[in-house]
């Protein structure tokens, strides 16, 4: 602790959670990694950073990046040629590392922290890889990090609810989960469909009942969702839909966000989620359609998943998914996985090509519902990192959001079909800096319950990111002039400068601790560890000091609902 | 021709990132500037002067004073001569798609590998992967020569798609696993598990073996080709003798049938 304040003066403060009057410059004052209130006279300022009327930011959040765990290591494994190709050595301030789209942990912290992201979340810890995870994580540096923990393929959780579990004992064993796999959220992935999958089921709809338990995806859904709701987890049901990739998917898009009937949900990597059949290729855009979905529903929040041009790869716990597309492997390689029975895990590299029809209509898809979906407060900016491409060509997205003429221009060089196909080159809408940093930072923070996050009042956490005004928005956003941790400069024009340790996000709902009872039994006839030595203490995310828990409140009846 | 000698000045304290030095890289730069290059030692860097006295004016040829801890030698030459007097460490040549590096002494781990042309000579004995693939690459070798006068170790032409590897000695277990073209060359005992997994070229080799169980015999024949290969390695430098004189008949089997495969197994009579 220190008495002295950080002074960063004349800065344009582009914070969408204050009304501004008109943009002024305003001075910030940073004390005890917290931005503070504006001190009195006599107080004493310490640095004093010159901001020259540049634009300042709350540091930015990735609500869904794939970026630790057990899917990601087998990417690693999977494409040891890009890492070959990728390294850097120590350089006495950063330690050695390699990967562009799978990158090693402490190069995942350094490049994000480069760009002026201070947080990330890894959305799809399965609980039996919660360890893992959070041991890779703990050596992502600098970031704050949190995981979802995935669960509605689980075989104790579909031979409960198969049995006529109460929806209390599902809310017992969902906050039990959160707690025993110290996350900050639930994602369920293809509802169903990874158990179904591995009944021989290689495609499942919203109503179509599971092979072996019987019960619908829907079932599995809106349970899921009110457990949440019920347990005030601020961060509602992450859900990554049926049928993904398949033409026509739009329809069970359509389907959940009704069947979630007003219930708040996050649908995450969108773009993957709202393809038509029409056209000769009996494949077409129904961004149109799933944006004005979203629209009509305000508990809906999305993330898009926009895909990049480029070598990437695919990693998902969606195995019916990724076994269907293994034949479009680039290069020619793939893996496909259980994990403990409990979920499953499919790794297939791929090259998304400006000149294929598919890929450039992803493309457009992609931008189409950035562009359509009125309420930036609503739709946050992700590419499903390593998914749709690595989150180090955010800075390009930003800049295709924000200056339309650019935008044309890359119409203009993909599959000429794609134009003809998509109502992409006659959207008008471009980003504004305070949309952007709504959709960047106080959007995925509210959606996610960070009361002391994405936004620079007094009190919130001195995640400060400070940019040059610079036409050219990719370059703006791929080299911030300062970034500020916990109130520490950690980077200068996009160059790391120090290094450190964030906090692992955590929520904390109250339970029935009886739930152990029935889970005891469950976990010595069929998992592979005891239930004791199941749950993750504490202990092992402080890893004496090194890390650190930030235990996210659970929502109260006097917060507005999402 | 010019020729630009490396001299080492005393006995290496780690490995050493030799990979710069091609002398197609090196033919631009003044002997200073080629002092002053940095060259990766384990985690930090020296200077090319450091380790070495040069002589001579940069060219086509380079002659290196070999050091079993000198890795990378030759990695990604596209031209000119390498000449090595003493060995080389691991991974000589790998990824060259033209020129020539010649080891007088032996070669360590994954020499040649994933090489696209050139021609590699090792006049010692190899280590395991000669002649292979980096991890993850779906193809090996997929073009140029290896001759090595010495044994080698195991996986000699792993996933070879297309070349020559000559091998006068023994090899390890596991020669050409996975190949899917090309011609491997042995010239004394073939270790254990040779062409498993094999789904075509050709592996030449003298005396008795037991197959794996995926090769079906054929019998005996006689194979006017083995004529024209032996007329082809009579044109080349540096095959080693072992190879040569393979001609008339050979016993020949067909697999790795468990993987689909038509590669063949030559014991030349």
């Known amino acids: 602790m220190s008495d002295a304040y950080t002074l960063l003066r004349g800065g344009r403060v582009c914070d969408p959670t204050v009304s501004t009057d008109g943009g002024g410059l305003r001075d910030l004052y940073l004390k005890d990694g917290r931005i503070a209130a504006t001190p009195p006279q006599d107080a004493r300022i310490g640095e004093v950073v010159d901001l020259d009327g540049r634009i300042v930011m709350a540091g930015a959040i990735d609500i869904h990046s794939h970026i630790g765990g057990g899917k990601v290591n087998l990417a690693r494994l999977l494409l040891p040629e890009e890492h070959r190709e990728h390294a850097s050595g120590p350089d006495g301030l950063r330690r050695s590392g390699s990967g562009l789209f799978t990158p090693s942990s402490f190069v995942t912290g350094y490049r994000y922290a480069e760009m002026g992201y201070t947080a990330a979340f890894e959305p799809a810890m399965l609980p039996s890889n919660a360890r893992h995870?959070?041991?890779?994580?703990?050596?992502?540096?600098?970031?704050?990090?949190?995981?979802?923990?995935?669960?509605?393929?689980?075989?104790?959780?579909?031979?409960?609810?198969?049995?006529?579990?109460?929806?209390?004992?599902?809310?017992?064993?969902?906050?039990?989960?959160?707690?025993?796999?110290?996350?900050?959220?639930?994602?369920?992935v293809n509802p169903g469909g990874i158990s179904a999958f591995k009944f021989n089921q290689r495609r499942l709809d919203l109503d179509e009942a599971h092979p072996h338990y019987g019960i619908t995806p829907r079932r599995i859904l809106t349970t899921l969702?009110?457990?949440?709701?019920?347990?005030?987890?601020?961060?509602?049901?992450?859900?990554?839909?049926?049928?993904?990739?398949?033409?026509?998917?739009?329809?069970?898009?359509?389907?959940?966000?009704?069947?979630?009937?007003?219930?708040?949900?996050?649908?995450?990597?969108?773009q993957f989620h709202s393809y038509g059949t029409e056209g000769d290729r009996r494949f077409s855009s129904a961004a149109a359609e799933i944006a004005e979905a979203v629209n009509r529903s305000p508990n809906i929040s999305v993330d898009v998943g926009q895909i990049i041009f480029g070598q990437t790869i695919t990693a998902s716990a969606d195995i019916m998914s990724q076994f269907r597309n293994s034949g479009l492997a680039s290069p020619r390689k793939w893996v496909c996985t259980d994990i403990e029975c409990d979920g499953g895990c499919g790794l297939v590299p791929f090259r998304y090509r400006d000149k294929a029809f598919v890929n450039a209509l992803q493309w457009a898809i992609g931008l189409e519902l950035f562009l359509l979906i009125e309420d930036p407060w609503r739709v946050y900016l992700t590419t499903d990192h390593p998914n749709g491409g690595p989150f180090t060509s955010y800075p390009h997205l930003i800049r295709l959001l924000m200056d339309r003429s650019f935008?044309?221009?890359?119409?203009?060089?993909?599959?000429?079909?794609?134009?003809?196909?998509?109502?992409?080159?006659?959207?008008?809408?471009?980003?504004?800096?305070?949309?952007?940093?709504?959709?960047?930072?106080?959007?995925?923070?509210?959606?996610?319950?960070?009361?002391?996050?994405?936004?620079?009042?007094?009190?919130?956490?001195?995640?400060?990111?400070?940019?040059?005004?610079?036409?050219?928005?990719?370059?703006?956003?791929?080299?911030?002039?300062?970034?500020?941790?916990?109130?520490?400069?950690?980077?200068?024009?996009?160059?790391?400068?120090?290094?450190?340790?964030?906090?692992?996000?955590?929520?904390?709902?109250?339970?029935?601790?009886?739930?152990?009872?029935?889970?005891?039994?469950?976990?010595?006839?069929?998992?592979?560890?005891?239930?004791?030595?199941?749950?993750?203490?504490?202990?092992?995310?402080?890893?004496?000091?090194?890390?650190?828990?930030?235990?996210?409140?659970?929502?109260?009846?006097?917060?507005?609902?999402? | 021709m010019s020729v630009l000698s490396f001299r080492l000045k005393g006995p290496l304290t780690g490995r050493i990132d030799a990979s710069p030095l091609l002398p197609h890289r090196l033919a631009e730069l003044a002997l200073s500037e080629i002092a002053a290059l940095p060259l990766r030692l384990g985690r930090g860097h020296v200077a090319v002067g450091d380790l070495f006295d040069l002589s001579g004016n940069p060219g086509d040829i380079v002659e290196l004073e070999g050091d079993e801890r000198l890795d990378f030698v030759g990695a990604g030459l596209a031209g000119g001569i390498i000449r090595v007097a003493g060995p080389v460490g691991h991974r000589a040549g790998t990824g060259m798609s033209g020129g020539s590096l010649l080891v007088e002494g032996a070669a360590g781990l994954a020499a040649g590998a994933s090489m696209q042309g050139g021609e590699l000579i090792v006049r010692g004995d190899a280590g395991n992967e000669?002649?292979?693939?980096?991890?993850?690459?779906?193809?090996?070798?997929?073009?140029?020569?290896?001759?090595?006068?010495?044994?080698?170790?195991?996986?000699?032409?792993?996933?070879?798609?297309?070349?020559?590897?000559?091998?006068?000695?023994?090899?390890?277990?596991?020669?050409?696993?996975?190949?899917?073209?090309?011609?491997?060359?042995?010239?004394?005992?073939?270790?254990?598990?040779?062409?498993?997994?094999?789904?075509?070229?050709?592996?030449?080799?003298?005396?008795?073996?037991?197959?794996?169980?995926?090769?079906?015999?054929?019998?005996?024949?006689?194979?006017?080709?083995?004529?024209?290969?032996?007329?082809?390695?009579s044109g080349l430098n540096e095959v080693p003798p072992a190879c040569r004189g393979l001609t008339g008949r050979a016993r020949r089997w067909l697999g790795d049938r468990g993987f689909g495969g038509r590669g063949e197994l030559l014991a030349c009579l």
Not at chain 1, 535 to 560: F, K, M, N, W, Y
Not at chain 2, 181 to 196: N, V, Y
Not at chain 2, 206 to 219: K, M, N, Q, V
């Open chain 1, 225 to 270: 969702a009110t457990s949440l709701s019920d347990l005030a987890v601020p961060h509602p049901l992450h859900i990554h839909c049926n049928n993904l990739g398949i033409p026509g998917n739009e329809a069970v898009t359509r389907d959940t966000i009704a069947a979630l009937d007003g219930l708040p949900a996050h649908l995450t990597h969108l």
């Open chain 1, 407 to 562: 935008r044309n221009e890359q119409l203009a060089r993909i599959n000429p079909d794609v134009a003809a196909h998509s109502r992409l080159g006659s959207l008008e809408r471009e980003y504004t800096l305070d949309e952007i940093a709504i959709m960047t930072r106080a959007g995925p923070a509210r959606v996610l319950g960070l009361r002391d996050r994405g936004h620079l009042r007094p009190g919130a956490v001195a995640d400060v990111v400070v940019y040059d005004d610079l036409p050219d928005r990719e370059a703006m956003f791929a080299a911030p002039a300062w970034v500020f941790k916990n109130g520490r400069p950690v980077a200068r024009n996009g160059r790391l400068t120090a290094t450190g340790w964030g906090d692992t996000i955590v929520v904390r709902p109250e339970f029935d601790p009886a739930i152990e009872r029935r889970l005891k039994p469950w976990f010595e006839d069929h998992q592979t560890v005891r239930l004791g030595n199941f749950r993750i203490a504490d202990g092992e995310i402080l890893d004496h000091g090194r890390g650190g828990l930030s235990i996210v409140p659970t929502l109260t009846a006097s917060d507005p609902c999402f």
């Open chain 1, 133 to 188: 995870t959070h041991l890779e994580l703990a050596d992502v540096p600098i970031i704050d990090k949190g995981c979802y923990a995935v669960l509605g393929n689980d075989d104790f959780l579909l031979e409960r609810l198969a049995a006529g579990a109460t929806q209390s004992e599902v809310n017992d064993y969902v906050a039990w989960t959160l707690h025993a796999t110290q996350a900050v959220g639930v994602k369920v």
């Open chain 2, 130 to 233: 000669l002649g292979g693939a980096l991890p993850g690459e779906r193809a090996g070798m997929t073009g140029g020569r290896i001759l090595v006068h010495g044994t080698c170790g195991d996986r000699a032409g792993e996933r070879m798609r297309r070349g020559l590897i000559a091998i006068g000695g023994n090899t390890g277990a596991y020669a050409a696993l996975h190949m899917n073209a090309g011609s491997l060359l042995i010239g004394g005992r073939p270790g254990a598990f040779i062409g498993h997994g094999m789904r075509n070229g050709t592996i030449l080799f003298r005396g008795e073996i037991d197959p794996l169980p995926g090769f079906a015999d054929c019998g005996l024949n006689r194979l006017p080709f083995l004529s024209l290969l032996d007329n082809h390695l």
